[in-house]
T-cell receptor
Framework: AQTVTQSQPEMSVQEAETVTLSCTYD???????LFWYKQPPSRQMILVIR????KQQNATENRFSVNFQKAAKSFSLKISDSQLGDTAMYFC?????????????WGAGTKLIIKP | NAGVTQTPKFRVLKTGQSMTLLCAQD?????MYWYRQDPGMGLRLIHY???????AKGEVPDGYNVSRLKKQNFLLGLESAAPSQTSVYFC????????????FGDGTRLSIL
């Protein structure tokens, strides 16, 4: 069975700093997808970035980028030039490529606080 | 664009009462999901549906029932509410395709006294 582990329950950084959130996963699959979702205090779950395991290039979305290490089964999220609006819970999620009904396996989340 | 809409947003129930949470999506998505979110834990899948008229159990289905009579709606029912079901409930939907993200509603905060 697949599992997703986020080892940092809470992190805080100063505004404009760079922060990296860690995520590791366990799977025997070769093809799969990884996601980072953000949940601000408003509670809405928002997709931040996604990565296909067959792609070696790390995904980037503006200030958000990932460091995908397939052999190490690691999928960290880097937020550059952090902003107050980045304060949120961040969840890492895994999805098998096939026969999964597109179900996501979720980590427990990291609470990120951006301080002014 | 409404996306995924959950009704109600908040509810307080007494132990033993029943209620239904409604999820509606206007994106013509085939797949829909109900999750619960508890403090210190990731989302846990309760039930899901791969299309109109179909439902399947997820990780924590006990005490819940679901129905998908129309493609756009996915209902979650609590037949006899228990305090252990106090949680925030999220509905999500997605189109087919493994790299497609799930789209979420705003959640329903449910308290069982």
């Amino acid at each position: 069975a697949q599992t997703v582990t986020q080892s940092q329950p809470e992190m805080s950084v100063q505004e404009a700093e760079t922060v990296t959130l860690s995520c590791t996963y366990d799977t025997s699959e070769n093809n799969y997808y990884l996601f980072w979702y953000k949940q601000p205090p408003s509670r809405q779950m928002i997709l931040v970035i996604r990565q296909e395991a067959y792609k070696q290039q790390n995904a980037t979305e503006n200030r958000f980028s990932v460091n995908f290490q397939k052999a190490a089964k690691s999928f960290s999220l880097k937020i550059s030039d952090s902003q107050l609006g980045d304060t949120a819970m961040y969840f890492c999620a895994f999805m098998k490529h096939r026969n999964s009904n597109y179900q996501l396996i979720w980590g427990a989340g990291t609470k990120l606080i951006i301080k002014p | 664009n409404a996306g995924v809409t959950q009704t109600p947003k908040f509810r307080v129930l007494k132990t033993g009462q029943s209620m239904t949470l409604l999820c509606a999506q206007d994106m013509n998505h085939e797949y829909m999901y109900w999750y619960r979110q508890d403090p210190g834990m990731g989302l846990r899948l309760i039930h899901y549906s791969v299309g109109e008229g179909t439902t399947a159990k997820g990780e924590v289905p006990d005490g819940y029932n679901v129905s998908r009579l129309k493609k756009q709606n996915f209902l979650l029912g609590l037949e006899s509410a228990a305090p252990s079901q106090t949680s925030v409930y999220f509905c999500a939907s997605t189109m087919t395709g493994s790299n497609q993200p799930q789209h979420f509603g705003d959640g329903t905060r449910l308290s069982i006294l």
